[in-house]
């Protein structure tokens, strides 16, 4: 029996969503990074790229959470 056995069927959707969501903007984050590399232009890194990274890795953290609380609830 694992962790998502127990969970009823809202929250296994809930947790589906939450692996979509981050999926679809790390794979966002991912492409815009591509594209701002692929470019010809002296600056390639500013504080835009800087804070987009910090932005993504405080919803990695916060998803992360998410989904941990729902597994250890009983």
């Known amino acids: 029996m694992t962790l998502l056995d ?14 979509i969501r981050f999926v679809i903007i790390t794979v966002a984050v991912i492409l815009r990074f591509i594209g701002k590399f692929t470019r010809d232009q002296k600056n390639k890194f500013w504080w835009d790229g800087f804070w987009i990274l910090v932005a993504w890795c405080f919803n990695a953290a916060a998803e992360a959470l998410m989904v941990w609380s729902m597994l250890l609830r009983r």
């Open 6 to 19: 127990k969970l009823s069927p809202e929250g296994r959707r809930v947790i589906t969503v939450l692996i």
